[in-house]
């Protein structure tokens, strides 16, 4: 295991639901990020934490809100979403969000989402 | 912006053949490049960096990377393929602008058949 955990696995939701999204380091890493994963596309950095500071949103639609507590969890809360949202979330934790501690990554397995 | 190319969405090889999983970078200046894998149903691995040195990168699980700056390219290899190293690779690049995320690729499959 990466140490990196998320829930659920699984999540499939209508267009009007409100879900939120969940991932836990064991790491004591001090970033972390979320990205989206869709077949044949790059992978898609969404956001940056820095000690539970965001550092970096990429012109994310708003129906995705992140939240970070503490330096250790991080959630996706999720509302209003498009079918064309579904896709694989991967939340990933590094050392630091700059220099050379950013550069190895430690991914979850990821949440398949299915938005009908 | 910085960005990378792989050209292949599947590379097939034989169990004991040498793989090749090609990528190529688009940067300016020095690239900062990296290679990640995934496996079935689990996030993104490390497997290995270049950042200045040597142009043959050894990374984990037997494979290594060759930087060429002439072709623009840092392609993933192993000299005898494993069934087990079927997965997702991608290859990704440093952006030297803002935030300096890591670019990721759109992923090669690789499928080493028995």
């Known amino acids: 295991e990466t140490g990196v955990t998320q829930t659920p696995r699984h999540l499939v939701m209508g267009m009007t639901n409100k879900k939120s999204l969940k991932c836990e380091q064991h790491?004591?890493?001090?970033?972390m990020y979320w990205y989206k994963q869709s077949a044949k596309k790059p992978l898609e950095l969404m956001f940056v934490?820095?000690?539970?500071?965001?550092?970096e949103n990429n012109s994310v639609p708003s129906r995705f809100s992140p939240e970070c507590p503490n330096s250790s969890h991080l959630f996706l809360h999720l509302h209003t979403l498009q079918p064309e949202d579904s896709a694989l979330y991967l939340c990933?934790?590094?050392?630091?969000?700059?220099?050379?501690?950013?550069?190895?990554?430690?991914f979850g397995s990821g949440t398949q989402l299915s938005v009908l | 912006a910085q960005s990378v190319a792989q050209p292949e969405d599947q590379v097939n090889v034989a169990e004991g053949n040498p793989l090749t999983v090609k990528c190529t970078y688009s940067?300016?200046?020095?690239?900062?490049l990296f290679w990640y894998v995934q496996y079935p149903n689990r996030g993104l691995q490390f497997l290995l960096k270049?950042?200045?040195?040597?142009?043959l990168v050894k990374g984990s699980y037997g494979f290594e990377a060759e930087f060429n700056k002439s072709q623009t390219s840092f392609h993933l290899k192993k000299p005898s393929a494993l069934v087990s190293d079927s997965a997702l690779y991608f290859c990704a690049v440093r952006d030297k602008t803002g935030f300096q995320k890591l670019v990721f690729g759109t992923g090669t499959r690789l499928l080493v058949s028995p």
């Open positions: 934490y820095s000690l539970e500071e965001r550092v």
């Open positions: 990933a934790s590094s050392q630091d969000a700059r220099g050379q501690g950013r550069e190895k990554l430690f």
């Open positions: 940067v300016s200046g020095n690239p900062y």
């Open positions: 270049y950042i200045t040195g040597d142009n």
């Open positions: 790491l004591g890493h001090n970033a």
